[in-house]
């Protein structure tokens, strides 16, 4: 089970950290990502990182702003997110997969429960 949380509101220009704690199976060895969905669209890729925390890939409309990094002691992953956008608002999603090549494809084998960000103009 994935679980996360540290959405809400927050001003342009502000920061949020998204945590993601993982119980049994759904931590060890996956690659950890993050997707988000605005409302009216669909879910898009934010981040992943491997499960070593050595790699990591961003959306082109995160990059430079996002962080995602991993505690694997502690069964986490965490989104850092800088200088947010009103764009930015939106359902997160953390996601586990076999690596991040499927990952960032979609091909996810277990998805968390949302945390809603709305950042405010």
């Known amino acids: 089970q994935l679980q996360a949380y540290g959405g809400g509101l927050v001003q342009a220009g502000g920061s949020l950290r998204l945590s993601c704690a993982a119980s049994g199976p759904t931590f060890s060895g996956y690659a950890m990502g993050w997707f988000r969905q605005a409302p009216g669209k669909e879910r898009e890729f934010v981040s992943v990182?491997?499960?070593?925390?050595?790699?990591?890939y961003y959306a082109d409309s995160v990059k430079g702003r996002f962080t995602t990094s991993r505690e694997n002691a502690k069964n986490t992953v965490y989104l850092q997110m800088n200088s947010l956008k009103p764009e930015d608002t939106g359902i997160y999603y953390c996601a586990a997969g076999t690596n991040g090549v499927a990952v960032r494809a979609g091909t996810v084998r277990y998805w968390g429960q949302g945390t809603q960000v709305t950042v405010s103009s």
């Open positions: 990182i491997s499960w070593i925390g050595t790699n990591t």
